[in-house]
């Protein structure tokens, strides 16, 4: 994997943090989005469950088709600090969720 598509996966992942931090904040908050506790829980679940897809399409990547192999990338702190904003970004979309998940039942 060439290194300028190895960045905007970085990029995009913290991106998908932000827009899941700022999502989960508004909803723990008590913003209401679309005006429906229903709508909002759904939206918010879809979201987390999209923010928790891409670090588990990289973990898939990585069994299955051997990429992102420690031996393939040459600095071994960005490999290490890639699959930490992998897990940063999957406890934020769990997070998400969870938020979701309240505001859905009315809470």
Not at 26 to 33: A, K
Not at 52 to 68: H, I, Q, T, W
Request: net charge positive; charged share 15%; hydrophobic share 50%.
């Amino acid at each position: 994997m060439n290194q300028s598509k190895r960045e905007r996966n970085s990029r995009w992942l913290g991106g998908l943090i932000l827009l899941g931090m700022i999502c989960s904040s508004l909803l723990h908050f008590g913003v209401r989005l679309t005006g429906i506790h229903q709508f909002d829980g759904i939206a918010g679940v879809m979201l987390g469950l999209y923010i928790c897809s891409k670090p588990a399409e990289n973990v898939l990547d990585m069994l299955l088709f051997g990429r992102y192999a420690p031996l393939r990338i040459t600095n071994q702190w960005s490999y290490y600090l890639w699959w930490i904003l992998n897990a940063i970004t999957l406890f934020v979309g769990w997070v998400e969720i969870v938020a979701a998940l309240i505001r859905f039942s009315g809470g």
